[in-house]
């Protein structure tokens, strides 16, 4: 037997283990949630980088598009290296990464920063999910996967807490150049607890099969950006880099058919759990994202919050998330998994229809419950989804498995934030070039017109510089009718979600005795 499965001493180091790679997770979900914080400041001249709208797109965009166009590769090095020498390597880049950033001296660099950033999140992602599943003993497995899951929700609470902090005493790079000593930390963890864990069989590089993959994903994640950024779905930024990605990946899945050490197997999708899993957590990450894009702006909006406040109700998501994921196991042995994912499908769901009904006199408490709900929903979705992908996938495969469960998380959550985009956009425009704007013809110009139909903020600066207090009313109007219809499309989209866990989900996992066995006979056709 090899040194993967033998000498782990798994009982034992399970949890220490289990606790240096949620740490080096939880990263991930901290750095996102402070660079939200931190938008406002990088956009003043006099304490930040002066960056543009454009700028500061990018500045989260590139980091994303290298992250999900990375993943596949990320995966397949860990198998091929091990998830111990993947993770340090992650890490590392990481925190180098996070350490330029601090220092960047224009937008341009801080945006390169954080696509190097995206590139060592791609390779720490599926090697800490890796690590779990192949040293921790099957009966603490789904415990151990809930408590990774959760690292996501407590990332995102403790990220808005921090970067407020350290905004408040230190200048805009320390919410970067804090990740350094963390990072540092992590690593010395890993060394010293982190078996190493390697494949049966050193796996071989499929270089052309990983560039396809970056190349493929990196083209649809760059057009689903753009078409958030209000590009037309048929211009040249959109459709061209959508359709060559595509090409691309398609390239890449035939490549893979007959490639002797595929990036991304297959035969992963045979399992039927795995295949509706990945298709559930794609759904249930775009609908999160979606949503979240909106609410953050209906509560800087017209309830009228600061981005600290709103950030402090948003936090009650962040728990729900935690909460539902460390439930999840006891509500799965009760319901199975198959039901307890479509009840927390079905309780998203039910909090995106409410948004429709919210205005700018709706409780505070009220709107915090729906997201406590709909983060408890999510915790009881991502738990049980990746026990379910991941208990029918073999060690040696298990980067592979990892990744793909990774990739669906962050090109969902591109996707819901590029459709939520989209329905907001388009339905304000048209529902402010329906309105007559007051003060049209005596205060606002053309432009201040243009400038007030481009989005409910720049209409609310406007009104606040011209003391017209009516426009103000009359954007977020059109901003609680363009919420309304992008909240039911986001709904409409959780069901679909619901409907693909009950009819997806039946089959059960594959039994850990039976892994062996089809082990054995995928040994036997690779020889052959």
Request: proline share 5%.
């Amino acid at each position: 037997m090899s040194e993967t499965n033998s000498g782990i001493g798994k009982t034992s180091r399970s949890w220490p283990v289990l606790l240096v790679v949620v740490c080096a997770q939880m990263l991930i979900w901290l750095d996102t949630s402070v660079l939200n914080v931190a938008v406002t400041t990088l956009a003043d001249p006099a304490e930040g980088l002066g960056a543009t709208p454009a700028e500061l797109e990018w500045v989260a965009s590139a980091y994303t598009l290298v992250f999900a166009g990375a993943l596949f590769a990320g995966g397949a090095l860990a198998d091929r290296f091990g998830p111990r020498t993947t993770l340090l390597a992650g890490l590392a880049l990481f925190g180098a990464a996070s350490g330029a950033g601090a220092f960047a001296s224009d937008p341009a660099w801080l945006i390169v920063a954080r696509a190097v950033m995206g590139a060592g999140s791609a390779l720490l992602m599926p090697a800490t999910l890796s690590v779990i599943v192949q040293s921790t003993p099957e009966e603490k497995r789904t415990r151990a996967i809930a408590i990774w899951s959760s690292s996501s929700g407590l990332g995102v609470a403790v990220g808005p807490v921090v970067g407020g902090a350290l905004l408040s005493n230190f200048w805009w790079g320390s919410v970067f150049l804090v990740n350094v000593p963390i990072v540092a930390l992590c690593m010395a963890g890993v060394a010293a607890v982190v078996p190493e864990l390697k494949a049966p069989r050193r796996r071989q590089l499929d270089l052309p099969g990983m560039a396809l993959s970056m190349l493929g994903l990196g083209g649809l994640v760059y057009g689903i950006i753009e078409l958030g950024n209000g590009q037309i779905w048929y211009g040249p930024h959109v459709l061209l880099p959508l359709l060559l990605g595509g090409a691309l990946l398609a390239a890449f899945v035939a490549g893979q058919r007959k490639s002797p050490a595929p990036s991304l197997d297959l035969r992963l999708f045979r399992q039927p759990g795995f295949t509706a899993g990945s298709v559930v957590l794609l759904i249930a990450f775009m609908a999160l994202a979606g949503h979240l894009y909106y609410a953050a702006f209906y509560l800087q909006g017209p309830r009228g919050l600061s981005p600290a406040d709103a950030g402090t109700v948003m936090i009650a998501a962040a728990i729900g998330i935690v909460l539902g994921s460390q439930a999840s196991p006891a509500i799965s042995r009760r319901l199975t998994a198959r039901w307890t994912v479509a009840a927390g499908v079905l309780a998203t769901a039910a909090t995106y229809v409410a948004y429709a009904w919210l205005d700018g006199r709706t409780p505070i408490w009220f709107i915090a419950a729906l997201l406590w709900i709909q983060g408890f929903g999510m915790g009881l979705i991502g738990t049980p989804v990746t026990a379910v992908m991941m208990s029918g996938v073999p060690p040696r495969l298990a980067g592979a498995g990892s990744a793909v469960n990774s990739v669906t998380r962050q090109v969902g959550g591109t996707l819901g934030v590029a459709m939520a985009g989209s329905i907001l956009s388009g339905v304000y425009r048209a529902r402010m070039s329906d309105a007559e704007l007051p003060g049209t013809g005596r205060e606002l110009s053309w432009a201040a017109e243009e400038q007030a139909r481009t989005s409910a903020e720049a209409a609310r600066s406007l009104a606040g510089s011209l003391r017209l207090p009516e426009l103000a009313a009359t954007a977020d109007r059109a901003f609680l009718d363009a919420m309304s219809a992008a909240t039911l499309s986001i709904a409409a989209l959780a069901l679909i979600g619901f409907a693909v866990s009950v009819v997806g989900l039946r089959t059960r996992a594959a039994r850990p005795s039976d892994v062996p066995a089809r082990e054995a006979r995928d040994e036997q056709v690779e020889s052959a």
